[in-house]
């Protein structure tokens, strides 16, 4: 099963960060042409933010997947049943967002992990279909514990304080830094697409402290130029586009240049 999670290999590898792309538009289509995007190791479904309900989660997983690709599923929230959820449809990992504390982290790793680690409850028959090849129920029982990755992100001044105690939490994958959120928890919000300074050095910490736990670091950015720019501080994981954004900036695109405008530019919005 460790082989199957595209993205796991990809940090297995150490060859350099892991681009993926994030899905807030429901759909098995939207999916697939995410998917297939070249160069994607995975493809995030957003259940927080983005327009996925339980039955669109359960549609594009599969279909990314079948692409070869990981699905990723961010929670709307750390309640231990949409753990439960996103896992048992075949989520090769689970992002929480909006955590606080390492006790937070410890209590996600025990929804997210099969007996004895953990207290996940075990029957889907759905999840063993989202890898190839695909294990048994047996297999996956034995091996999910060590192939799926449990991931929070880092965007509130409560977790930054305590960003060294969270990285050392056993069975915490990855810290993914959400810029606007821990912008605006920290006082220092991205305006206009800025990352002041305060925020910035706040990014540095996380990594620094990701790596020194030994754990992987991701984050969150809103063009392929700023992506190149934390790909070259380190970054292992690492978001270029949203679907939403990118079909309203192509379509904007198009329609000025058709009309003789100029391209317009690309903001630094979400």
Not at 53 to 79: E, F, K, N, T
Not at 166 to 172: D, N, R, S, T
Request: aromatic share 6%; net charge negative; proline share 6%.
């Amino acid at each position: 099963m460790q082989a199957a999670n595209r993205l796991r290999t990809a940090f297995t590898k150490g060859t350099g960060p892991s681009f993926g792309l994030w899905q807030m538009i429901p759909g098995a289509n939207v999916s697939r042409v995410l998917a297939r995007s070249p160069g994607v190791d995975w493809v995030l479904v957003d259940c927080e933010h983005g327009n996925i309900d339980d039955g669109a989660m359960h549609d594009a997983v599969p279909a990314i997947a079948a692409a070869g690709v990981s699905p990723i599923v961010r929670l709307p929230d750390m309640q231990g049943w949409m753990v439960k959820r996103a896992l048992d449809c075949g989520a090769h990992g689970i992002l929480v967002p909006l955590l606080r504390t390492a006790r937070e982290a410890k209590d996600l790793v025990q929804a997210a992990k099969f007996p004895p680690w953990g207290r996940r409850g075990f029957g889907s028959p759905l999840a063993m279909e989202r890898f190839s090849p695909a294990p048994s129920m047996t297999e996956y029982l034995q091996q999910a514990n060590d192939s799926l990755l449990t991931m929070v992100q880092i965007e509130t001044k409560e977790a930054l304080e305590s960003v060294e105690e969270i990285a050392a939490v056993e069975g915490i994958d990855v810290l993914f830094i959400g810029p606007f959120d821990l912008g605006n928890n920290i006082g220092h919000p991205v305006i206009n697409g800025i990352i002041k300074k305060e925020l910035s050095d706040a990014i540095d910490r996380v990594l620094e402290a990701t790596h020194k736990a030994g754990k992987k670091v991701g984050i969150f950015c809103t063009s392929g130029e700023q992506s190149k720019v934390f790909a070259d501080k380190g970054f292992d994981m690492i978001s270029v586009a949203t679907d939403y954004t990118a079909l309203q900036f192509t379509l904007s695109e198009s329609l000025s240049v058709a009309r003789g405008g100029a391209k317009p530019a690309k903001g630094g919005s979400y």
